[in-house]
Every structure is written in structure tokens, then in C-alpha cells.
């Protein structure tokens, strides 16, 4: 598990571009300083913190299914060069990483809850979503999570399997009374708390939309 997370290292070492931009890529805002949920009980969710989660989780499972509605197995299975990726395989890679991202979550709520590691979080909610979902900075996934490593063998498996997962996921949120910002888990990458990771499932699902989109709009798309 642990080695799923350089899948990200990336995206992430590229907060520091992100320390003095303040403009959010959502609807919803946030409180922009990482020590966002002290202003309530320190074991409680905000209400705007979760109902910007659950903006957000389900704006980019929408996405998904917009970014593949109507297109035809061409255009599915186009890729723009030998070592890019179809669309087809874009939506393999979110549904795995879907699963994959969430067990860490699980596996963090399952430890004690250790407050005392929150001072190791360097960057707010913002940023991190700001980060990964900047598509400028490139990154190669873990081999896992290759889509030709996937689990789901066909379009509709991997559509079933990322609806079902992210809906599980809404649902979590929207009723849990976990401690998710005291549970912090401190990686190679930077220390995090459950609920950035869980606003990171949601920036990893458009991140890959924005690719899928852009495979769509090169030259050689298949019209139909």
C-alpha cells in the first residue's frame, strides 16, 4: 500500500508551487490554512468541509461519465501515440485507483487517532487538490495501476466498479463522525490527513477526466 502512494510523488512534490496560490479550482471553498478544523470540535467534519466533499466527489464521478457518454469503440480504444493512453484505458486506471487510494484512507481510520502529527502538514486542502489535478506536471503511475494491470477487463467493469466505489465513498462522507483529521498518515511524500486523502480520490478522478478530454480533442480522434 504504502508503495502506491509514489504513484502521486509527482503531483505532490509540486505543492510547493502551489504555497502562495490562494485560487481554488471548485465551487465550494474552503478555509485556505491546513489547521482548518480547529475553528470547530477538532473531531468533527464542518459542515462546509463536508459539503464540499461531497460537491466535489460527485462533480468528478459526473465527469467520468460525461467524458465517455456516446463514443463509440474507436474512440474508446484511441490512442494518440504508442505510449499514451486510450480513453478506455484512463477510466481502468481511475477505478482501480478509486479502490487502492480509499484502502489507505481505511487503513488510516483503523489506527489511533494521532493528533500530535497534524504540525507535519505543510500544505492546505487547496493546494493538494490544486497540485494533482495540474495536469502540467506529469507523472508516471505505480505498476499496479497500469491499465493493462487492471483488474476490470472491459469498459462497463471498470464503469460499474468506480460508480459503486465512489458512491460508497459519497455515502461515507456524508455520515461519518470519524475523526478524519486526526488520523494523519506520514509518508515519503508529505503527511496528510483522511480527509485530504479523500479530496485527493476526488482531484486523482479529474486529473484523469482532464486526459481523457484531452485524448478527445487531438487531431487523429476517430469521428465516430
Sequence with gaps: MRKLTFCLLPALLS???FKNDTRLPHSVQ??????????????????KERDYAIKFLTETESGVFDAVKGLSEAQLQFKPAADKWSVEDCVKHIAASEKNLWDMVDASLKQPAN???RAGIKFSDEQLVGA????????????????ANSPYKTLPEA??????NREKLIAFVKNTDQD??????VLPIGTYDAYQFILLISAHTNRHT?????????ADFPKS
Excluded: G, Y
Design 30 to 47: 474552503l478555509n485556505t490554512m491546513t489547521t482548518i478544523s480547529t475553528t470547530a470540535k477538532p473531531d468533527q467534519l464542518t459542515p
Design 159 to 164: 464503469l460499474a466498479a468506480f460508480k459503486e
Design 115 to 117: 493528533p500530535e502529527k
Design 132 to 147: 494533482v489535478e495540474d495536469r502540467s506536471h506529469k507523472s508516471k503511475t505505480f505498476a499496479a495501476l497500469e491499465p
Design 15 to 17: 505543492l510547493s508551487a
Design 180 to 185: 478524519l483529521h486526526n488520523h494523519v498518515s
Design 210 to 218: 482532464q486526459q481523457i478530454n484531452e485524448v478527445k480533442a487531438s
